[in-house]
């Protein structure tokens, strides 16, 4: 694979129509907020020294933390600023299935609370070893429709230590395109970057470049992989059930998408950059890699139709196939079908010749939010 790597903070320029992949790295180094405190204040027990950032902004000296918690994942990202980058510190990734059951009984279910309770407070234990002195702790889709969110939210505190902040759709997009601009592709014309999620998919419509990007216009659909594959549970694992399966996703997420459809611009070229694990995972299959490898994949751009193809064909396989393929195993397999047709919705509203891939979102978002309040501003 053909490909080139780009020195911090600088952006990809476009290749030629007819270029099958090329491989950029943005910055190698990640970003990171978290632990029970508000965006901006400090974590007890930290040093406070402060120093002037490259964004011309006080910032602490020492690590700062990111934490998404999901309805399907909970993250954490512990880095320190170096210059206009951060390097990673540590970092920690659990799936945990928070929404699972939510759908149909609108509460997060006691299993599913437990499961997370666990993954948090492995958090809270690198948080305290890792003397984080910036810390900010986000919760999304799950925790705004629950019954019990804010219980959740209070017990988790009283448990772990950890004070989540449910942020709103609008908030979790912007967060989400500030984790993951530097990716997107030059060029002339509007741009369009999604992420999806366990129980929302954000769409940002945006134009500029790099750092000066604004948005113009967003969505949070109500449907993630975890939601849209339970709204759709009834149906077998034959060849005539999953079809049926995906026709009806498909069919959910054009109702979902059509007001926002019928606002965006026609004609003229579309740029395009996803941050999910759906996205990461079509990749890694696209690039047939025997297990997942983060720096094959983030900057990774794709031809959109072959990203289609992957998408059909895992919606064919039954269960068992999708468990045998490499980059997906048992954790992903009953999920991906939902990404899928997702991803399939997104490219019909917005067809863009190339895809770009990100692994990278809400927690580089969070940091880069924490030490960069300026360009924050400029989004929106």
Known sequence: MAGARLASGQVPAEGPPDEK?????????MPAPLMGQRSGTGVPGGGRAREQSAFGRAMPRGNLAALDLGTNNCRLLIARPEGDRFVIVDAFSRIVRLGEGLAASGRLSEAAI?????????????LRRRRVVLARSVATEACRQAENGAAFVERVQRETGIMLDIISPREEARLA?????TLLERGEGPAMIFDIGGGSTELVLLEGEADRLRIIDWLSAPHGVVSLAEAVAEHDDGPEGRAAAYAEMLRRMREAFANFAARLPKGGPARLLGTSGTVTTLASVYLNLPRYDRQAIDGLIVPAQSMREIAMRLSAMSLDERIAQPCIGEERADLVVAGCAILE????????????????????GILRALTDGASSRELG
Do not use: Y
Not at 21 to 29: F, P
Not at 115 to 124: G, I
Not at 177 to 181: D, E, I, L, T, Y
């Open 21 to 29: 992949v090329k491989k950029v790295m943005a910055h190698k180094a």
């Open 114 to 126: 437990e499961r997370t309770l666990a993954a948090l407070s492995v958090c809270a234990d690198k």
């Open 177 to 181: 395109v500030m984790g993951c601009r």
């Open 345 to 364: 919705s997104i490219l019909d509203i917005w067809p863009a010749e190339r895809l770009g891939v990100a692994d990278r979102g809400i927690r580089e």
